[in-house]
């Protein structure tokens, strides 16, 4: 049996999750967290073989949640299962120590078979996640966006969205002076000048929907 934990702040979808895991027969979950903290506790105290990220998490982000446990010496097969397209954060979560990404949008076949492919110790490659790899390495000089941290970017897109600056600051559980402070790197960084400049941007480069 594989040995799964969810890590994903919204009960709903974690109960989906969990159902589409078990229906396989071969997939058990052992534990589910909705944020960092709680993934570190059950962490402790479980044997997994398998973790299924959600990117969009408060406090720590799932992008950064991965680095951390890298930099604390764990050894995690990890999943990275995210609401944003595969050319946004699905080479950043690889390089941050991912085995895969998906978009939430997935098929539950594909969430299955990613599970085991990971659980073998193999890497699970979308096709959408090969092309982005395809484009980074053909690429000569990368997109301005691919310069910034994953902190901007997350504030770009959430910026691109039509969020407020006070919203974007409860969301990642960081002040409004400090996404403030990121708002103006992502503007000075892409050379953009206003909101409305980074909402076109994103929408350009296919950053949001």
Do not use: C, W
């Not at 408060?58 to 950064?64: A, E, F, Q």
């Not at 039509?162 to 960084?189: D, F, M, N, Q």
């Amino acid at each position: 049996m594989i040995r799964v934990i969810l890590v994903d702040d919204h009960a709903l979808i974690r109960r989906g999750l969990r159902e589409t895991l078990t229906d396989s027969g071969d997939i058990g979950v052992v534990g589910e967290a909705g944020d960092y903290g709680e993934l570190r506790q059950l962490l402790r105290k479980e044997q997994v073989d398998v973790v299924l990220l959600d990117v969009n998490l408060p406090g720590r982000n799932g992008i950064d949640a991965l680095k951390a446990l890298g930099d604390e010496g764990q050894s995690l097969k990890v999943v990275v299962l995210s609401q944003y397209p595969e050319d946004q954060y699905g080479i950043r979560a690889l390089k941050a120590g991912a085995m895969a990404y998906l978009n939430k949008g997935a098929a539950p076949e594909t969430i299955v078979q990613a599970v085991r492919t990971v659980a073998s110790g193999r890497k699970f490659i979308t096709p959408e996640i090969a092309q982005a790899l395809a484009d980074s390495v053909g690429t000569r000089s990368a997109a301005a966006h691919e310069l910034l941290s994953d902190r901007e970017m997350q504030t770009l897109v959430l910026i691109a969205e039509g969020r407020k600056l006070s919203e974007i600051a409860e969301r990642l559980s960081l002040s409004p002076k400090t996404v403030s402070v990121y708002r103006a790197r992502v503007l000075e960084k892409l050379a953009l000048s206003s909101n409305a400049e980074i909402a076109t941007y994103a929408m350009r480069n296919g950053l949001i929907d």
